[in-house]
């Protein structure tokens, strides 16, 4: 009797925002929430004026640019919603700083060696453009988002929009 091998789809998807993607080279740092706001799982993160950190977005630089919002050590605090998740202000964040991690990508295809850019502007004519998301392009006016020179795609997005994103080089520790 032969063998009858079985195949469950033809792709693998990435898993969750904020999931680290591959080990050992990665760099991850605990830092306290600051602002007022959730910081979820897989958003790009600068400092505070106090040393905290706060979510990206409107009106940023690629300089400010100080890592990843990781699902390190939290997990998302409903069961039957795992692709979501945060940290609250004044929780400790993992913040992952080099490496490989999954984030959502929220316009354009992402590919390997491929630009990564932050959102800073939302744009009305794109519904999932929100500032503070990682995107694949540049956004139509450049001024709305910018490119983070330390970072690249590792590969396309599943069908979820989790693509793995590599952060080469530690900026802003």
């Known amino acids: 009797m032969g063998m009858k091998p079985q195949t469950i789809g033809g792709t693998m998807p990435h898993g969750f925002a904020g999931s680290y993607a591959r080990q050992p080279d990665m760099i991850v740092n605990t830092r306290k929430a600051g602002g007022e706001t959730q910081i979820i799982f897989g958003a790009p993160l ?33 069961y039957l919603d795992q692709s979501t998740g945060g940290y609250a202000p004044g929780e400790a964040v993992s913040v992952f700083q080099r490496g490989c991690i999954n984030v959502r990508c929220q316009n354009g295809t992402p590919r390997l060696g491929g630009a990564v850019y932050v959102r800073v502007s939302a744009d009305e004519s794109i519904p999932t453009a929100q500032a503070g998301g990682f995107e694949a392009v540049e956004a139509s006016t450049a001024a709305d988002s910018v490119k ?18 590599r952060i080469l080089t530690m900026r802003n520790a």
Do not use: H
């Open 46 to 78: 600068k400092y505070d004026a106090t040393g905290a950190v706060v979510p990206m977005g409107a009106g940023d630089t690629a300089a400010v640019f100080a890592g990843i919002a990781a699902r390190e050590l939290k997990s998302a605090l409903n």
């Open 148 to 165: 983070l020179e330390n970072c690249q795609w590792a590969g396309p997005a599943d069908s979820n929009g989790v693509a793995e994103l």
